[in-house]
């Protein structure tokens, strides 16, 4: 009865989800479409649970920095003070209350949302950039005719996707002419290879989906053979 509990009845749980899942997807009845609805449910729950435990974790490393007052501290208040802000911003939306559509205009939690929280996410995403090129300029060296291939075609991409890219092309008679050729290697080769490694990907995918429900994987059961 212990192994029938340990690793049996697991197996066939995971054996019947998993072909819900999969019928779900194929057949088409009614009794599939309400399964659909009790799965995305249940999803929800685990999600809100899910976010509960992430803000645990995430009050419990912020208040260990702060009490320790190990590096980068003062940013840890930093987050408890926009959170505390916008929780009370969208609580108390401009005085109608949560779970209510204001009448006109924008609430002090969009003009916090627009103004402050998006043009923070820019900056940062703009600083990556930098952060970027200095990787590339560190890791595509010239060693052979691959790595020079890899390189002019990094380079070419990154001049491409940049305003100035537009004035060095009317020196060569065409304004657009790096911005083609990012296109052709973003639309061609990248994609051609990108398609590959998705098709890779969701093959081994589908091998390990059915390892696990024919139950010839069992890490998930504590490693059990």
Same mark, same amino acid.
Not at 193 to 202: H, Q, T, W
């Given at each position: 009865?212990?192994f029938?509990?340990?690793?049996?009845l697991?197996?066939?749980?995971?054996f019947?989800?998993?072909?819900?899942?999969?019928?779900?997807?194929?057949?088409?009845?009614?009794?599939?479409?309400?399964?659909t609805? #009790?799965?995305t !449910?249940?999803?929800?729950?685990?999600?809100?649970? $899910? *976010?509960? /435990?992430?803000i645990?974790?995430?009050?419990?490393?912020?208040v260990?920095?702060?009490?320790?007052?190990?590096?980068?501290?003062?940013?840890?208040?930093?987050?408890?003070?926009?959170?505390?802000?916008?929780?009370?911003?969208?609580?108390?939306?401009?005085g109608?209350?949560?779970?209510?559509?204001?009448?006109?205009?924008?609430?002090?939690?969009?003009w916090?949302?627009?103004?402050?929280?998006?043009?923070?996410?820019?900056?940062i995403?703009s600083?990556l950039a930098f952060?970027?090129a200095?990787? #590339?300029f560190? !890791?595509f060296?010239?060693?052979?005719?691959a790595? $020079? *291939?890899? /390189?002019?075609?990094?380079?070419v991409?990154?001049?491409?996707?940049?305003?100035?890219?537009?004035?060095?092309?009317?020196?060569?008679?065409?304004?657009?002419?790096?911005?083609n050729?990012?296109?052709?290697?973003?639309?061609?080769?990248?994609?051609?290879?990108k398609?590959?490694?998705?098709?890779?990907?969701?093959?081994?995918?589908?091998?390990?989906?059915?390892?696990?429900?024919?139950?010839?994987?069992?890490?998930y059961?504590?490693g059990q053979?």
């Amino acid at each position: 009865m212990s192994f029938f509990k340990r690793l049996t009845l697991p197996l066939l749980i995971v054996f019947g989800i998993g072909l819900l899942g999969f019928a779900q997807e194929f057949v088409p009845h009614p009794i599939a479409h309400d399964f659909t609805e #009790a799965m995305t !449910t249940c999803f929800k729950i685990m999600g809100g649970f $899910a *976010m509960i /435990l992430g803000i645990y974790s995430l009050t419990h490393l912020h208040v260990t920095r702060i009490r320790q007052q190990g590096p980068g501290w003062g940013y840890s208040m930093f987050v408890f003070l926009g959170a505390g802000v916008m929780i009370v911003l969208g609580v108390w939306n401009d005085g109608v209350g949560p779970l209510r559509e204001v009448s006109e205009g924008k609430t002090y939690f969009d003009w916090g949302y627009d103004y402050i929280y998006v043009p923070c996410q820019a900056t940062i995403f703009s600083i990556l950039a930098f952060f970027m090129a200095s990787a #590339a300029f560190r !890791t595509f060296r010239a060693r052979n005719v691959a790595a $020079a *291939m890899l /390189l002019i075609a990094a380079v070419v991409v990154m001049f491409g996707r940049v305003p100035v890219s537009e004035t060095v092309g009317r020196w060569f008679g065409t304004p657009d002419v790096f911005t083609n050729a990012t296109d052709f290697l973003m639309n061609g080769p990248n994609l051609a290879a990108k398609r590959g490694i998705i098709l890779g990907v969701s093959l081994g995918g589908l091998a390990q989906s059915l390892r696990i429900l024919l139950g010839i994987e069992r890490s998930y059961l504590g490693g059990q053979d």
